[in-house]
């Protein structure tokens, strides 16, 4: 079940957490996708140095995948991830809150 959260907040939670509470929202919002069908690697991989690029990748795929999106925009909320974080966190959480019940 995906929970709907405010997009803003979240980043604001994890700049004033300094990045804790981003870290908590991916591992939610991963779980959350797997729960929906998403084929996304264990988040332990977050924290090795290179496969952590593979996992947000992976992520950003599992992201388009979940909010029925085409497969290239996969690639644009990774690029997105690498170039600005904050701006891929509240667009990814605003497709999530499309899919809230």
Known sequence: MVKNRNPILVV????????????????????????????????????IPIVNIYWLYKYSVGTAQVAKKESSMGLIYFLLWLVFAPAAMILTQIEFNKLAV
């Open 12 to 47: 604001v939670l994890a700049i004033i957490t300094l990045g804790i509470y981003g870290i908590y929202w991916l591992y939610s919002t991963k779980k959350e996708m797997v729960e929906l069908g998403a084929s996304i690697p264990t988040f332990w991989l977050i924290i």
